[in-house]
C-alpha cells in the first residue's frame, strides 16, 4: 500500500479555542492513549511543521549538533525498536507502556548526545517538538471527523508516516483488533 502523507490541517482545526481542549482522564489510560494516538495520526502533518520550524531554527543555530542529535535520536529509536521485536519482555512494555518506551528512547539519546556534544540542542532541537506535539495531543479533545479519518488509518484503507511510527510501536493493533472482533460478531 502507498503511503500517504496527511492533510494539513486549518489553524482554526488545530488550535480551535479552549472550548475545545481538556484534561484527560489521568484514570483511564486506555483513553487517553487512544485520544493521543488518534490526534497524532489526525494532526501529524501538522505537528510536522511545528517541528520543522523548531528544528530549523535549532538547526541554523547549530548546524552539526542538531545533525548529531537527530542521528542518534532515529539510531536509538531503531535499534530500541528492533531489539523489542526480537525480545517478549521489551515487546509488552512497548505495548503496554509506550510514553514510558518513548521515555527510555529520549533518555538513552540524551545520555549518548551529552556524550557526544551539547545536550541543549537536544532539548530544544529534539525534545521540544515532541513534547510540544504529545502536550496538544493529550489536551485536544477530538471531533467526528477526526474519529473518522482515523478509522480509514485503522482498517487499512490508508497508510501514512505516523501511522508506519504507531505501528512500530505498536499502537495500532489493538484498535485493529477491535474492529475485526466487532465484524466477526456482526456477522454471527
Do not use: C
Given at each position: 500500500?502507498?503511503?500517504?502523507?496527511a492533510p494539513?490541517?486549518?489553524?482554526?482545526?488545530?488550535?480551535?479555542?479552549s472550548d475545545r481542549?481538556?484534561?484527560?482522564?489521568?484514570?483511564?489510560i486506555?483513553?487517553?492513549?487512544?485520544?493521543v494516538?488518534?490526534?497524532?495520526?489526525?494532526?501529524?502533518?501538522?505537528?510536522?511543521?511545528?517541528?520543522?520550524?523548531?528544528?530549523a531554527?535549532?538547526g541554523?543555530?547549530?548546524?552539526?549538533?542538531?545533525?548529531i542529535?537527530g542521528?542518534?535520536?532515529?539510531?536509538?529509536?531503531?535499534?530500541?525498536?528492533?531489539v523489542?521485536?526480537?525480545k517478549?519482555i521489551?515487546?509488552?512494555?512497548k505495548k503496554q507502556?509506550?510514553?514510558?518506551?518513548v521515555?527510555?528512547?529520549m533518555?538513552?539519546?540524551?545520555?549518548?548526545i551529552s556524550y557526544l556534544g551539547?545536550?541543549?540542542?537536544f532539548?530544544?532541537?529534539?525534545?521540544?517538538?515532541?513534547?510540544?506535539m504529545?502536550?496538544?495531543?493529550?489536551?485536544?479533545?477530538?471531533?467526528?471527523k477526526?474519529?473518522?479519518?482515523?478509522?480509514?488509518e485503522?482498517?487499512?484503507l490508508?497508510?501514512?508516516?505516523?501511522?508506519?511510527?504507531l505501528?512500530?510501536?505498536e499502537?495500532?493493533?489493538?484498535?485493529?483488533?477491535?474492529?475485526?472482533?466487532?465484524?466477526?460478531k456482526?456477522?454471527?
Amino acid at each position: 500500500m502507498e503511503v500517504q502523507v496527511a492533510p494539513l490541517r486549518s489553524w482554526e482545526d488545530f488550535f480551535p479555542g479552549s472550548d475545545r481542549f481538556a484534561r484527560p482522564d489521568f484514570k483511564d489510560i486506555s483513553k487517553w492513549n487512544n485520544r493521543v494516538v488518534n490526534n497524532l495520526l489526525y494532526y501529524q502533518t501538522n505537528y510536522l511543521m511545528v517541528a520543522a520550524v523548531v528544528v530549523a531554527i535549532v538547526g541554523f543555530l547549530s548546524p552539526l549538533n542538531m545533525l548529531i542529535g537527530g542521528t542518534v535520536v532515529v539510531l536509538v529509536f531503531l535499534g530500541f525498536v528492533w531489539v523489542s521485536h526480537n525480545k517478549d519482555i521489551l515487546r509488552r512494555m512497548k505495548k503496554q507502556y509506550p510514553t514510558t518506551f518513548v521515555i527510555v528512547i529520549m533518555l538513552s539519546s540524551y545520555f549518548l548526545i551529552s556524550y557526544l556534544g551539547d545536550v541543549m540542542v537536544f532539548m530544544f532541537g529534539i525534545t521540544l517538538p515532541l513534547l510540544l506535539m504529545f502536550i496538544h495531543a493529550s489536551l485536544r479533545l477530538r471531533s467526528i471527523k477526526n474519529k473518522l479519518e482515523n478509522k480509514k488509518e485503522e482498517i487499512g484503507l490508508k497508510k501514512t508516516p505516523m501511522g508506519i511510527i504507531l505501528d512500530a510501536l505498536e499502537q495500532q493493533e489493538d484498535s485493529i483488533n477491535k474492529l475485526a472482533d466487532y465484524i466477526s460478531k456482526v456477522k454471527e
